[in-house]
């Protein structure tokens, strides 16, 4: 086994890099049912929604891919194994021709990068949905996804320099130039992996909060919707753990324990990004979940008392307008409302009369007057933070 074998886009030893391999495919086998059921679900989402759902999958896939072959190498049996200290001249003087191994390295790195920014993308426009488009309360969102975003692209790049440095000091280990710039780019790395790391944590963790501080407000005194509340909660709960967990790992055995970066820490900065994706698509599949029980209570019949109050039941995380069917403009609307709903690849999206301002209410149920026959009144559903 060749020495470039002990290193992997995150520097884990051999067993580190199955262990990561083993992780993503188990992600990998979630995500797939996931995602067909979110093509296969009947919708009016954008083509411009449903492009940016499948590149982020597609690279998913990929970076599974990545993994599966960094692991094949460490059974020395990759076709694309290639002597390092032989090329090193050719490749100093065109990175082009650097060794498969390593261009995969760089690869899963940037996979890692891309996938975590556009699916965080996604979580901070929900956020600033929930905030009612006020640019001031997401500013703090989108400077930490920034500051991410830039340590992203750093570690990629000082990851590039690292690789360079390792196999010039291959081809010449006694060079102590070499070994200095070596020591600098392993220090760059890691620096750029702490800035990611932190920035994306305490985004996760402040999103994280808005989420459930908003839906505590909304849900107080509104008892008798417990049953959509629950689902809701259960859908965002499941989304929102695994990567806060994973997060939270990283800096409890990355910076809070002694010493540099532990195997736990390394595995779970690498794996970052494809639990972020399974937050996603738990939130998608979840928005028809929640959907179908709205279409199951307001399309049975009615039978509410007189004395049940005006509500306005808060939804701005599933869907800002439910209606019953028996009538063609209702049918108009709510298809409507899930074409904006998705539009912005945001779960949340607030009534057109937020952004006037105002805030409707709407009587929820009406006695019909005697000898009429039963309908279904359309409904307005929005959460209000």
Same mark, same amino acid.
């Given at each position: ?5 002990? =290193?992997?886009?995150?520097?884990? /030893? ?11 495919? #188990?992600?990998?086998? $979630? ?24 590149? #982020?999958?597609?690279?998913?896939? +990929? ?12 059974? %020395?049996?990759?076709?694309?194994? !290639? ?30 990068? $891309?996938?975590? *920014? +556009? =699916? ?12 009612? @488009? ?7 969102? &989108? ?8 340590? +992203?692209?750093?570690?990629? =790049?000082? @990851?590039?320099?690292? *690789? ?22 392993? @220090? ?21 909060? *808005? ?6 407000? &909304? ?10 509340? /629950?689902? #809701? ?5 499941? /989304?929102? *753990? ?24 390394? $595995? ?16 998608? =599949? ?8 709205? %279409? ?10 007189? %004395? ?6 808060? !939804?701005?995380?599933?869907?800002? !307008? ?18 904006? /709903? ?9 009534? @057109?009369? !937020? ?11 009406? $006695?019909p007057p005697p000898g009429a026959e039963p309908c279904h009144s359309a409904q307005h559903i929005s959460f209000l933070p």
């Amino acid at each position: 086994m060749s020495s470039n074998t002990t =290193v992997d886009a995150f520097g884990l /030893s051999p067993n580190g890099q199955l262990a990561l391999t083993v992780t993503q495919c #188990i992600v990998q086998g $979630i995500l797939i049912p996931l995602f067909s059921t979110f093509l296969s679900t009947r919708s009016t989402r954008s083509a411009a929604f449903t492009t940016y759902v499948v590149a #982020i999958n597609l690279l998913c896939l +990929g970076q599974t891919a990545i993994s599966i072959i960094q692991t094949a190498d460490l059974l %020395n049996s990759a076709p694309f194994r !290639e002597p390092v200290t032989a090329n090193f001249a050719q490749f100093e003087i065109c990175p082009l021709l650097i060794p498969l191994t390593f261009k995969l390295l760089l690869a899963y790195a940037s996979h890692t990068v $891309i996938i975590g *920014t +556009g =699916v965080q993308a996604f979580f901070v426009d929900r956020c600033w949905r929930i905030f009612k @488009k006020r640019l001031w309360p997401i500013i703090p969102f &989108v400077l930490l996804a920034l500051a991410g975003l830039a340590a +992203g692209v750093l570690l990629v =790049v000082s @990851k590039s320099r690292l *690789t360079m440095a390792i196999l010039a000091s291959e081809a010449r280990p006694q060079d102590e130039a070499l070994r200095g710039s070596l020591d600098n780019a392993d @220090k760059l790395l890691s620096r750029a992996v702490s800035v990611w790391a932190f920035s994306w944590f305490v985004l996760e963790l402040g999103m994280t909060i *808005t989420i459930i501080f908003f839906l505590y407000r &909304v849900r107080t005194g509104l008892s008798m919707h417990d049953g959509i509340f /629950s689902t #809701i909660w259960q859908i965002l709960c499941t /989304s929102i *753990t695994p990567p806060f967990i994973l997060m939270t790992m990283v800096i409890v055995d990355g910076y809070i324990t002694p010493g540099y970066l532990g195997v736990v820490a390394k $595995i779970s900065i690498a794996s970052a990004a494809k639990f972020f994706t399974l937050s996603l698509m738990i939130n998608l =599949v979840g928005q028809g979940r929640v959907r179908e029980k709205f %279409n199951r209570l307001h399309l049975s019949p009615p039978n509410l008392s007189s %004395n049940r109050p005006d509500g306005v039941i808060s !939804e701005a995380v599933f869907a800002r !307008e439910v209606t019953s069917a028996h009538s063609i403009e209702i049918e108009r609307r709510r298809s409507t409302s899930d074409t904006e /709903s998705t539009r912005f690849g945001s779960l949340d999206v607030p009534h @057109k009369h !937020e952004r006037e301002g105002s805030v409707e209410k709407c009587q929820i149920a009406t $006695i019909p007057p005697p000898g009429a026959e039963p309908c279904h009144s359309a409904q307005h559903i929005s959460f209000l933070p």
